[in-house]
């Protein structure tokens, strides 16, 4: 395993959705595809990348063969798939400005394909909008600004999936068919929180994950 961990105590931080900037994408190396965490797999197994991302919770850092991966959303992402010899980064999206989260799309949209659910499929990827503003123009108009990896869908529906979204990667839930509600009224969670709240916010503003949800896709075998 080539990813280093911090495992110092994580501190409480208020969330906000994946804020990633527009990147710069590096080309791995030939020898370096596939071998951050285990031997290449062209066609990795949905458990094999749970299994990687699973190993991610509570990191705090992440490298690939020495080099930094970005620590957003899209770059722990990407990361748990260049561990199988997948570059999320190996697309071209329409806009050239794009952020991770939108290159990942493009990606799929050349390599993989899309579904809305209900159900979601553990190693899927699952897409967010509007997890904040990504043009700064005060408008909920703002498609692709999240991505996290699903790990499993529980009996009531409910989808487990692992991103990191504050201050360090965890397990995060949604629950589309109640896309509105927070938790039970025994204390369960629905969905969580993705979103900032900021008093600018339009009234048609979502919070929780399950308002915020775009899409999922699959890019890796059965």
């Given amino acids: 395993m080539r990813f280093l961990f911090i495992t110092s105590t994580i501190a409480m931080v208020t969330l906000v959705g994946c804020a990633t900037p527009p990147v710069e994408r590096f080309r791995p190396l030939a020898s370096e595809t596939g071998t951050c965490c285990g031997p290449l797999q062209h066609r990795p197994s949905r458990s094999a990348i749970v299994q990687t991302a699973v190993k991610l919770v509570g990191a705090k850092t992440i490298t690939s063969n020495g080099r930094r991966i970005a620590y957003d959303c899209a770059g722990v992402t990407r ?11 190996d697309g071209e999206p329409d806009d050239s400005d794009a952020n991770g989260v939108r290159i990942i799309h493009a990606h ?3 390599q993989g394909t899309f579904h809305q659910g209900p159900v979601a499929h553990p190693g899927d990827l699952v897409f967010f909008n509007n997890t904040w503003d990504f043009n700064r123009d005060g408008k909920v108009n703002d498609p692709l600004t999240h991505v996290g990896i699903v790990e499993r869908q529980e009996p009531n ?4 999936f692992i991103s990191r979204v504050a201050g360090a ?3 995060y839930h949604m629950n589309l ?4 509600v927070h938790k039970t009224s025994d204390g369960r969670i629905l969905n969580d929180y993705l979103r900032r709240k900021d008093v600018a916010d339009p009234s048609n503003t979502g919070y929780l994950t399950g308002e915020l949800f775009a899409r999922f896709a699959t890019r890796v075998g059965n």
């Avoid at 068919?177 to 509105?180: K, N, Q, R």
């Fill in 169 to 171: 990667i965890e397990r």
């Fill in 177 to 180: 068919s109640l896309p509105h």
């Fill in 108 to 110: 799929i949209q050349q």
């Fill in 157 to 160: 529906g409910t989808i487990v």
């Fill in 79 to 89: 990361a748990v798939f260049l561990a199988h010899g997948i570059d999320l980064y």
